[in-house]
């Protein structure tokens, strides 16, 4: 199969485009539009430093190196990659290690914080205390706050993360069927600055996650290519089969879904602005309570048994 | 098992609220809903005409049957049931006669209006001319506009349909897969009145589906239960199997939907009002186009060929 724009082979069809591309029209087609994406979502002046949320696989790696590509050439832009180490032993070595070999390559200065040192507790022990909870019901606020937290002390101006295409339609399907009102008017990018929040930039949010993996690949792009082993228990994975099948009866569904959500957010922003942070009461982290959510869930951990329970 | 609220024995197990609730419990749970609903949708002054669309299926059954119960004793409102015949010769005829059988025990009148009348074809002939497309494609356009006619030819006030809680949230979903803003802003009930359309309210709104069905048996409502023979070809099966199975795994997820949507709706609608309607230059009924999408459809089917084509 030829490439729709050169006389090339094709390597990808764009289902959703109809469009069959070789490797520099794919390569040319996924940086365009994270460029376009970034601009749209910050307006850089020059000074600014970006952190970069950098777990090693195939997203946050992409986004490390397009972003490289983009601004290397601007002296006054500072990235630093930035990993979050959740403590997961089966898992995250490969993941750091990747993402350090990356910022190496890129030329970028690389950071690690540990769950152990802002949670105190590593994934792997949360999940031996408490078996019966969803484990990512732990690891996203306590990921969340590690990586903000480590973002400003670094005192990025912004944190970019690699969320795709994928995973935005995914969030705003999980909020409306949650009819989460607030969380849809808050789910980034963000464009308001809050006191103790670094905003945060999303430059592959319409790039579907297929594309991203092959754009890796063709790029020499050094990626941790698994699944984190406690994932298959997230509530996540049925929204993302849902959304697949629709992607497939309706290629384009996706898009459609981000591009109707861009259009209610002003609204919706509008109608539930920035709740006022607190520092929370333990941690000092902003939050909209009086104790923060990861503290919260520190205080849940350690009410568990320190061992994990005897196989029944 | 016995009723949670008495001694009886329970009929039915709500599983979103965890309650067990024998027949007089359950009947008196959904009708002190669908009457919530009617009174949060239309403030009946007294004096009103309200046509009934009624299928002779359980939902738009249950409806006429509720709001005869409810209004019975108020002679100054008036109730008509009427029955859109889409001419589908092996389902619509005993849907048909449910219809007038119960708007013959409910003492009010019932009036039939065909597709044959409206559009000029039978859903039978629009299938066997245009075998490739998703026939409600056709039917739904085709059934809005002649449950309207019919309702402003009888002067209501109001139409009610029989849409359930199932049928909202799908909805709900699919124009937010779609990215419909506009559509999203504009699904029923109506609070606003336009020139030539008849508002809309959904008495069933907030109760599912398969509690519409308990109640229609409870209550000996006579209904035909069926499935029209072309629904398995629409894309609304898709969200059907999906919210089934996102219920199933966390009950109360159509109620989130729907509760959800309705935070949204009053920004939705100040966002994008109504458009001025005008009427269709071909038959006169009310369209944001200049030809309506009923008229639109008409010139399509008349476009194939008046026969059936040979089978292959």
Same mark, same amino acid.
């Given at each position: 199969m030829q490439c729709d724009r050169c006389d090339s082979a094709a390597v990808e069809w764009i289902r959703y485009s109809g469009e069959h591309l070789c490797r520099g029209h794919f390569v040319e087609f996924v940086e365009r539009r994270a460029k376009r994406e970034l601009h749209a979502q910050v307006d850089l002046q020059g000074g600014e430093r970006i952190a970069v949320g950098m777990s090693g696989g195939k997203d946050s790696s992409a986004t490390a190196s397009l972003l490289a590509d983009f601004l290397g050439r601007r002296r006054d832009i500072e990235l630093i990659g930035i990993t979050i180490d959740e403590g997961i032993a089966s898992y995250r070595p490969a993941g750091i290690q990747r993402a350090k070999a990356l910022c190496g390559r890129l030329g970028i200065e690389h950071r690690i914080l540990a769950y152990e040192d802002t949670a105190g507790h590593t994934m792997d022990e949360v999940v031996a205390r408490d078996p019966e909870a969803i484990p990512c019901s732990y690891c996203g606020p306590f990921r969340r706050q590690a990586l903000n937290r480590a973002a400003r002390e670094v005192e990025a101006d912004y944190v970019a993360t690699g969320l795709n295409l994928d995973d935005t339609a995914q969030s705003i399907l999980m909020n409306v069927a949650r009819g989460d009102v607030e969380k849809l008017a808050r789910?980034?990018?963000?464009?308001s600055r809050q006191p103790g929040l670094v905003p945060r930039i999303q430059p592959l949010r319409m790039i579907p996650e297929k594309e991203v993996y092959l754009y890796a690949l063709l790029q020499g792009i050094e990626f941790h290519d698994a699944t984190c082993p406690? +994932?298959? !228990? +997230?509530? !996540?994975g049925r929204f993302r089969e849902m959304l697949n099948r629709l992607e497939e009866d309706s290629p384009g569904t996706r898009h459609a879904i981000v591009r109707g959500y861009d259009q209610m957010r002003p609204l919706l922003q509008e109608a539930y602005p920035p709740a006022t942070l607190n520092a929370c009461a333990r941690c000092g982290e902003p939050t909209v309570h009086a104790v923060c959510k990861a503290c919260e869930l520190r205080d849940r951990i350690e009410k568990f048994a320190p061992d994990a329970p005897e196989p029944a």
């Open positions: 789910l980034g990018p963000h464009e406690y +994932a298959d !228990r +997230a509530q !996540r």
